[in-house]
Structure formats: C-alpha cells, structure tokens
C-alpha cells in the first residue's frame, strides 16, 4: 500500500520557521517527484514547490522564493520543506503528493499530476 506520511506544521509567529517532512511507505521515492502543495479556506490547492525525480529540477511558487527549501533524502525516503520568514498568509493545509510522470519544470507544481496524497498537515502562521 502506497503511502505517504506527514509530519511537522503547527503554529508559529510571523518571522519564525517550520519543517515539514513526508516519509513513503510501501514504495521508494527514487522513481516519484515530489510536490509541496497547499490549501487556504476558500482557495483552490496551489503548488508551494516541487522536485523531480529525474534531475532533482525543482520548482518555487514565487510567493516563497527564496523563503521555503525543498530537498528529498532518498535514503530516508523522505523528502522535507524548510520554511522560513513564515508569513500570515503561508497559512493553510499543507499536503505533500507523489508522481512518476517526468515532466517540465514549469509544469512539475500542477496538482491533477500527483496520483498519492499525504493526509495534510495544518500550518498557523500568527502572532
């Protein structure tokens, strides 16, 4: 059974950092790309950022750039989102998804390409 488990998130105050992390289970993450995405209420899912499985090509929302850093550990099978200077608005569920499909980098953050889900973790941003 594939799936991916998420850990991390939680309340923090404007300025301060988290750490995300999404482990696999029952399947390597050598052959997936992995997508950081999330949801506010009333917005749709957005990708936040993105690794390809086939040259770690990575992809940044431009509302994070060179705030959030996406790295995987692929003997760890976990792949982890650093996030710093967090801001109000990165208030949301956050989700991590995985796909084998290779694609470009400016299409690696679309939502309809991920095929497993993790089960989201909440992050509150708020002093």
């Known amino acids: 059974q594939l799936q991916l488990v998420q850990s991390g998130g939680g309340l923090v105050q404007p300025g301060g950092s988290l750490r995300l992390s999404c482990a696999a289970s029952g399947f390597t993450l050598d052959y997936y790309a992995i997508g950081w995405f999330r949801q506010a209420p009333g917005k749709e899912r957005e990708g936040v950022s993105c690794?390809?499985?086939?040259?770690?090509?990575?992809y940044y929302a431009d509302s994070v750039k060179g705030r959030f850093t996406i790295t995987r550990d692929n003997a760890k099978n976990t792949v982890y989102l650093q996030m710093n200077s967090l801001k109000p608005e990165d208030t949301a569920v956050y989700y991590c998804?995985?796909?084998?499909?290779?694609?470009?980098?400016?299409?690696?953050?679309?939502?309809?390409?991920?095929?497993?889900w993790g089960q989201g973790t909440q992050v509150t941003v708020s002093s």
């Open positions: 998804a995985a796909t084998r499909l290779i694609t470009t980098v400016q299409t690696l953050c679309t939502p309809s390409i991920y095929t497993n």
């Open positions: 690794i390809s499985h086939s040259d770690y090509s990575t």
